[in-house]
């Protein structure tokens, strides 16, 4: 039972019990193993079997009575070594995984009295329900990355397979969307279960390809005869941003541009380079001295009353009152946009359209291609993909094979060691996550480099990590695109 595997709290210094709905203990950490003896390790081991009959409900009963209603913590006596009883405070909380709902419950002894110490076994026990909040969020995390890293990277290889008139284009675009905002939620959560809050991962790349892949996203989900023009610096400099975090900014401008123009219109974006010797003005919006890369989003729509002009960045404000428009966009597109340490800047008149401009400190050097040309994709070597879902190495291998890649698979790292080892197939990239169990992919990678040095291997997975210069080659973050895969291999095969 995979939930019986997904056990973070192994050595914790409390005792920790998972148990199902049955009542039914299906882990039992090494804290409760010393507190409560063999009895919760045997075949099957009963809740029942240590819980302290008549000083409160059954075991059976409080599981329904808390399902129904949960508290903080609640104080219950059970059956320790050697078959005294003694009262533990409970922290208990529920999730569930698979369709299948289970408990965790965290117990503190209950020995300290009023008013000496007791303020320090209330701050533990919120501590060890945070730690369970933790958890519950990596979890979750990971399962949901997997799952949604398949359906873009199956929905963009079909995307990229379609032609632009065909009917099932626009639902395929809807999904590929769906899916990109869900990433971004994805995102949060995974930082969120981080205890220790690491930087998102900046690197430095070609916001005009970035820009492209939002107008893709829009176009394929319009029926409208909008007129779309993208003119891209092709010297554009390298600027450091998280791609679906820009992305998102993006995609909510050109939203915002497509209501616009309604069913026919223009909207244009356009990337240039700006240099600054000085500090100048956009509107509102002041430029320190430095480099910069500016993204212009325009369109010929109604435009903005000036009197409205200066809200737009306000949370909750929206000139669209149909009930379906929160007033979110822009708000969210200026905080993502401040956290790069870049600015935005809108001009507008009615009836003559608007132009948002977002600008990105950037270095002056030439920022390279991020989305090479589909025959530039193709490739004949072959790779070894190693994820423990099922569901990874499905999309994986499908998308590499489309493209002429051989593919081998597994599901573990120790098979992956073993086809290796057969030496019967020259693997010229290894593909791993670095979550799985058993085996973590950074463990894998040990080993492939003691077993076939020089064999490249490209990292991938869905928690947030720092970005460095190194991991532009060997480290993608999931979830991804199948082009963003197949760019990523070709870069890890020619670095």
């Keep these: 039972m995979k939930a019986a595997v997904v056990f973070a709290l192994e050595h914790a210094g409390w005792p920790a019990l998972l148990v199902d709905m049955g009542g039914v203990i299906l882990r039992a950490n090494h804290s409760a193993v010393k507190v409560f003896g063999p009895v919760v390790e045997g075949e099957k081991p009963l809740l029942a079997a ?12 409080f599981l329904a009575n808390w399902e129904r209603a949960p508290q903080d913590s609640t104080p219950i006596k059970f059956l320790v070594k050697g078959g005294t009883a003694s009262l533990f405070a409970v922290s208990l909380c529920t999730f569930t995984q698979d369709g299948q709902k289970y408990f965790l419950f965290q117990l503190l002894p209950e020995t300290a009295p009023a008013g000496s110490g007791g303020q320090t076994e209330f701050l533990s026990a ?9 958890q519950l969020a990596r979890t979750v995390a990971h399962d949901f990355n997997n799952a949604l890293t398949s359906v873009l990277g199956h929905t963009s290889l079909l995307l990229g397979q379609t032609a632009p008139d065909h009917p099932w284009r626009r639902s395929l675009a809807e999904v590929e969307k769906a899916a990109l905002r869900a990433a971004d939620i994805a995102s949060d959560l995974s930082a969120f279960s981080q205890q220790e809050k690491l930087p998102r991962g900046q690197t430095a790349g070609n916001l005009s390809s970035l820009a492209q892949r939002g107008v893709e996203v829009l176009q394929g989900s319009r029926p409208e005869k909008i007129e779309w023009s993208v003119q891209a ?12 975090k820009m992305l998102q900014a993006f995609v909510r401008i050109l939203e915002n541009a497509v209501e616009a123009v309604g069913s026919n219109g223009r909207v244009t974006v356009l990337t240039r380079n700006v240099e600054l010797a000085e500090a100048a003005q956009d509107r509102d919006l002041r430029l320190a001295p430095g480099n910069y890369v500016c993204t212009e989003i325009s369109d010929n729509g109604g435009g903005i009353a000036p009197e409205n002009l200066s809200r737009i960045f306000e949370p909750f404000f929206t000139t669209k009152n149909d009930g379906k428009h929160r007033g979110l966009g822009l708000a969210l597109v200026y905080g993502i946009v401040s956290n790069h340490g870049g600015g935005v800047a809108v001009s507008s008149q009615p009836d003559a359209g608007t132009s948002v401009r977002i600008y990105l400190p950037a270095e002056k050097k030439i920022a390279r291609d991020a989305n090479p040309v ?12 190693v994820d423990d879902e099922d569901l990874m190495l499905t999309m994986g291998k499908t998308v590499l094979t489309t493209f002429g890649y051989r593919v081998l698979t597994a599901n573990s790292g120790q098979k ?6 057969r030496g019967d ?14 085996m973590t992919g950074r463990e894998l990678t040990d080993h492939v480099n003691r077993l076939a040095p020089g064999t490249r291997v490209l990292r991938i997975s869905g928690f947030v990590r720092s970005g460095s210069v190194e991991e532009e080659t060997t480290y993608l973050q999931k979830p991804f695109s199948s082009q963003d ?11």
């Design 485 to 495: 895969l197949l760019v990523k291999v070709k870069r890890a095969l020619t670095a």
């Design 374 to 385: 589909a025959k530039d994709l193709n490739g004949t070597q072959t790779i070894l993909m």
């Design 126 to 134: 919120h501590r060890q329900k945070l730690d369970c909040a933790l």
């Design 50 to 61: 240590i819980w302290q009959q008549g000083f409160g409900p059954p075991a059976e009963q």
């Design 416 to 421: 992956a060691l073993e086809i290796l080892a």
């Design 233 to 244: 610096d092709r010297h554009l400099f390298a600027a450091k941003f998280d791609e679906p």
């Design 425 to 438: 197939t020259a693997v010229d990239l290894v593909i791993t996550d670095l979550v799985m169990p058993s």
